[in-house]
């Protein structure tokens, strides 16, 4: 069974167009993540959400916005993408901070290029 | 601002010999270590972690991590790699504090057969 899944694994996709990427998690966390992987492998997170709350939210454009509609799933929707919008976006989860901190389990990626 | 420094981008070795990958962070306060591997072509998942006790700590696949507090270092370290090794590796520090993980950028590592 898939701990986190993503999907779509691969998006290729014009710039200007406006697309979404789905997490789900089944092992009972709640506490979700996204991150950006750039070609140079470098992981920044973008947004966190804990029971369904933002926690984090780094320096990220307002184009991308994060929704989790219940602990189990945090989906990222991307608006007017943009060339530099290129990477692997990576969802995680984890038990909240008091539990175990930081551990996380990531999803296998969604590998996103913008043409 | 915290960050976490990875030495070494690129390391190429031949299977048997040993391997040392250097990570050192910069936040002062309670932090919890940990070191993820990336396979080709795969997610990232965790080798080991430190949390507290003994700063020396063993993970998965023979890996082994020395915290030195004083340092501020989690070393990454073992005896003899195999070509299966070849990865990325990051270290991650999580600033109790802020309640963020924060991801040094990786060592790409080659194990020649």
């Known amino acids: 069974d898939t701990a986190v899944s993503q999907t779509p694994k691969y998006l290729v996709t014009q710039m200007g167009n406006d697309k979404s990427i789905k997490c789900e998690q089944n092992?009972?966390?709640?506490?979700m993540y996204w991150y950006k992987q750039d070609s140079k492998k470098f992981l920044k997170i973008m947004f966190s959400?804990?029971?369904?709350?933002?926690?984090i939210n780094e320096t990220v454009p307002n184009r991308f916005s994060p929704k989790s509609p219940d602990k189990a799933h945090l989906n990222l929707h991307i608006n007017s993408l943009e060339l530099g919008d290129s990477a692997v976006y990576f969802c995680?989860?984890?038990?909240?901070?008091?539990?175990?901190?930081?551990?996380?389990?990531f999803g296998p990626g969604t590998r996103l290029t913008v043409t | 601002a915290q960050s976490v420094s990875q030495h070494n981008h690129h390391v190429i070795l031949s299977e048997a010999a040993s391997l040392e990958l250097g990570c050192n962070y910069s936040?002062?306060?309670?932090?919890?270590l940990f070191w993820y591997v990336q396979y080709p072509g795969q997610h990232l998942q965790l080798l080991l972690k430190?949390?507290?006790?003994?700063?020396l700590v063993k993970g998965i696949k023979g890996f082994e991590a020395e915290f030195i507090k004083s340092k501020f270092s989690f070393n990454l370290r073992k005896p003899s790699v195999q070509w299966s090794d070849t990865a990325e590796y990051f270290c991650?520090?999580?600033?109790?504090?802020?309640?963020?993980?924060?991801f040094g950028a990786g060592t790409r590592l080659f194990v020649k057969a």
């Open positions: 995680a989860s984890s038990l909240f901070a008091s539990v175990l901190p930081g551990e996380q389990y």
């Open positions: 092992l009972g966390h709640d506490t």
């Open positions: 959400y804990n029971n369904k709350e933002l926690i």
């Open positions: 936040y002062g306060g309670t932090v919890n």
């Open positions: 430190y949390f507290s006790g003994d700063p």
């Open positions: 991650a520090v999580f600033n109790t504090g802020g309640f963020k993980t924060i």
